[in-house]
């Protein structure tokens, strides 16, 4: 006689979910430097993705002379680029000016970032000072004792391809999977997450830095264009002489927000696109063809860019002491802003001295020249254009006090 059996007694029973893992009381502070300023949105979204509550996600404050050296004095490391070496003040700040501990100090090596010129470069790679800057700050609280350990706070410095998104989940699971207890099916969402964030971001942020455009067309009135790395909206390494020139009422765009809607860069490469001249409106090949660093790559985007667009009538370029990366696209960006007309001024070589009468200085003759000059170059430039460009008359009261607008250059890291 066959004697049933029940399939459910010897079949495989799936096992119970992992119960989510509490890291809420997880306080994680992330220095704001270098590479942070475009990609605080990804890292936020991350962390808050794997279970770190708002407000446990701790930034520095900008850099300043006086956070190197209460923080950052006896810490600081060989480097001749002058951001780099600001680091040092931020990890102090984090591990020792905080009134509620972190736990822990997160550093990102980011090697390459997300770029809207992606696919039409070689790549977006960083520079590799700044990459290697928190393995290389890092040294100065190891040199004596161990800074991190006395204090109870782990150091993560995970080496990420944020370029690359395919790659990103495994490469921060990889580094961060012991600090954070990760498993990779997590790392996988929090990373998504983390994309979303940033990409919502952005999006928003060209689209403001659109209306303000779209607000100087209806009103044939200049704005100025800042041309510099991320880490020059940091009010200690920029010295905040694009506020300056935001004060005497010119709206300010910066590079790393810029529009690239297709009707907007199909009609300011109009002619490029017809002749041939270049294959889309995101490729820089006709004027540099070695096209791996991502800021640099849009240093150069931004400043053909500028000489088309009727309404920037002014660029800023700022740039470090001794960058290297900077210096061979000094010549290149000026002769292409000014190719139209287009009135440009650098300030090189910023570093810890900030000389304020010298750039308010600086700053009154840019105004003059914005003044007696902008219209011609509006007419000029438009004149060069197609007819019927892509922005329609707007009521003035959709963007109230836009003679003061300006992208957000130091926005809400959390």
Not at 74 to 84: L, N, Q, Y
Not at 86 to 99: A, D, R, T
Not at 173 to 184: E, Q, R, V, W
Not at 241 to 246: A, D, S
Request: aromatic share 10%; with cysteine; charged share 20%.
């Amino acid at each position: 006689m066959r004697i049933r059996i029940s399939p459910t007694w010897f079949g495989k029973k799936p096992s119970a979910a992992c119960p989510p893992k509490d890291r809420s009381r997880l306080r994680v502070g992330i220095p704001k430097v270098l590479n942070i300023w475009t990609t605080h949105q990804f890292w936020v979204g991350f962390l808050k993705a794997l279970g770190v509550s708002s407000e446990n996600i701790v930034f520095s404050s900008d850099t300043s002379e006086e956070q190197g050296r209460e923080f950052g004095k006896g810490r600081g490391t060989v480097d001749c680029c002058f951001p780099v070496k600001c680091m040092s003040g931020h990890y102090g700040e984090l591990i020792f000016g905080q009134k509620k501990k972190i736990d822990v100090l997160f550093s990102p090596m980011i090697f390459s970032l997300p770029s809207v010129l992606r696919g039409h470069v070689v790549d977006t790679a960083t520079c590799s000072r700044v990459a290697a800057g928190p393995e290389n700050t890092k040294a100065g609280f190891l040199k004596e004792r161990d800074v991190f350990a006395e204090n109870g706070i782990t150091h993560a410095a995970p080496f990420v391809c944020l370029g690359d998104r395919h790659m990103a989940a495994e490469q921060l699971h990889a580094s961060l999977k012991d600090i954070f207890d990760l498993d990779l099916e997590e790392t996988q969402r929090a990373v998504q997450a983390g994309y979303e964030a940033l990409d919502n971001f952005e999006a928003k942020a060209r689209s403001r830095s659109r209306e303000i455009l779209s607000w100087c067309a209806e009103h044939s009135k200049p704005c100025i264009l800042i041309l510099a790395r991320p880490y020059h909206m940091d009010t200690g390494i920029g010295h905040d002489i694009e506020g300056e020139l935001q004060a005497h009422g010119y709206p300010i765009l910066w590079l790393q927000y810029l529009p690239a809607d297709d009707d907007l860069m199909n009609w300011l490469f109009a002619e490029d696109l017809r002749s041939g001249h270049i294959k889309h409106p995101l490729d820089i090949s006709d004027v540099w063809t070695s096209s791996y660093s991502s800021n640099t790559n849009e240093i150069l985007w931004g400043a053909k860019v500028a000489a088309r667009c009727p309404w920037i009538t002014c660029v800023i370029r700022l740039s470090s002491y001794e960058c290297g990366m900077d210096q061979p696209t000094y010549t290149p960006t000026q002769k292409i802003v000014e190719a139209t007309g287009t009135l440009f001024f650098k300030f090189g070589d910023l570093d810890a001295t900030k000389p304020t009468g010298s750039i308010r200085i600086r700053v009154e003759t840019i105004v003059h020249y914005l003044a007696k000059y902008s219209q011609d170059v509006i007419r000029k430039k438009l004149a060069l254009l197609p007819p019927n460009g892509p922005f329609p008359a707007i009521s003035s009261g959709q963007l109230p006090q836009t003679q003061g607008a300006v992208l957000p250059v130091r926005p809400n890291l959390t």
